[in-house]
Nanobody, 128 residues
């Protein structure tokens, strides 16, 4: 049984930093592309970062480029999202998911099935 479990969300002030973690079980993360998605209240879920397992490339959507960094620890079978210079617009539930290549865009619910495994999400709130 595959599980992805996110953690690290919370309340942070604008300009602050957080590190999200996604621990995988039942799957070896370096065999799949793995990425981060987020869904703000009233908005579609969107892909924000993807780590290509084949060539190590890290892609980011423009709204987080230069502020967020994705990384993977193979020994811990964990993927991270380091977030800095956080803004109120970054407030969202953050999800990790496999098979993210080509999905750094808004996703309709009918598209979720194309990414095989999802975590349950962790809430990030950026507010003074």
């Amino acid at each position: 049984q595959v599980q992805l479990v996110e953690s690290g969300g919370g309340l942070v002030q604008p300009g602050g930093s957080l590190r999200l973690s996604c621990v995988a079980s039942g799957i070896t993360l370096d065999t799949r592309a793995i990425g981060w998605f987020r869904q703000a209240p009233g908005k579609e879920r969107e892909g924000i970062s993807c780590l290509n397992n084949l060539n190590g490339n890290k892609d980011y959507t423009d709204s987080v480029k230069g502020r967020f960094t994705i990384s993977r620890d193979n020994a811990k079978n964990t993927v991270y999202l380091e977030m800095s210079s956080l803004k109120p617009d970054d407030t969202a539930v953050y999800y990790c998911a496999t098979d993210c290549l080509g999905w750094l865009q808004p996703l309709s619910p009918s598209s979720y099935k194309y990414l095989e495994f999802w975590g349950q999400g962790t809430l990030v709130t950026v507010s003074a």
